[in-house]
Structure formats: structure tokens, C-alpha cells
């Protein structure tokens, strides 16, 4: 299982960004789809979930600013992040859930300058 995060870059506050995570093999096979981020000298941070099914949730700090979407065809997750904050200057990751398992992505960093 791979997990290929990219789109991540330097940003002013107020502009928007998205990230995408490319998997291997059906994206559909996947029960859930995360994205998580991880800022200095913080801990690692859920942000989004979108459900095999199609459902969607969201961390608070984000909530109404990113949304979480799938292309099927493409196997590919997206985070579309808009009116970016400085406080969302992290290494963002994905995660994915198959067969019961958790598998990791590398990160992309996103950088918000204000």
C-alpha cells in the first residue's frame, strides 16, 4: 500500500491550496480516507475524514474552510484548503484504513505566511 501526498507549498494568508493524496490500487477499497497534520513542536492533529460511503467530518479549526473529496478514477483524495491561517502552517499527511489497517503517507508541507 502506498499513500502519495504532494501539492503542499508556501501560501499567503487568505489564499487557498489543495493538496492531494494519490493510493495504490482502488481508492474505493479504502473504509476511510484522512488527512492529519502535524505543526512544530505540536502533535500530530486529525483534519478530515471522508468514509468509503461518502460522508464526511471535519476538525473544528477547519471546519467550513476545507473540504475533503475523492476521484474514483483517479485514486486519488483531495484536501481543498481555503482562507488559510498562519495556525495552518504544518506538514500535512493522509492516511488511509485498509483491511483494518492504518497505512501512512509521506507529508507536504504547507507554509501560510501572513
Known amino acids: 500500500v502506498q499513500l502519495q501526498a504532494s501539492g503542499g507549498g508556501l501560501v499567503q494568508a487568505g489564499e487557498s491550496l489543495r493538496l492531494s493524496c494519490a493510493a495504490s490500487?482502488?481508492?474505493?477499497?479504502?473504509?476511510?480516507m484522512r488527512w492529519y497534520r502535524q505543526a512544530p513542536g505540536k502533535q500530530r492533529e486529525f483534519v478530515a475524514n471522508l468514509a468509503r460511503g461518502g460522508s464526511t467530518s471535519y476538525a473544528d479549526s477547519v471546519k467550513g474552510r476545507f473540504t475533503i473529496s475523492r476521484d474514483n478514477a483517479k485514486n486519488t483524495v483531495y484536501l481543498q484548503m481555503s482562507s488559510l491561517k498562519p495556525e495552518d502552517t504544518a506538514v500535512y499527511f493522509c492516511n488511509g484504513f485498509l483491511g483494518g489497517l492504518g497505512y501512512w503517507g509521506q507529508g507536504t508541507l504547507v507554509t501560510v505566511s501572513s
Open positions: 490500487g482502488d481508492i474505493v477499497s479504502y473504509s476511510a
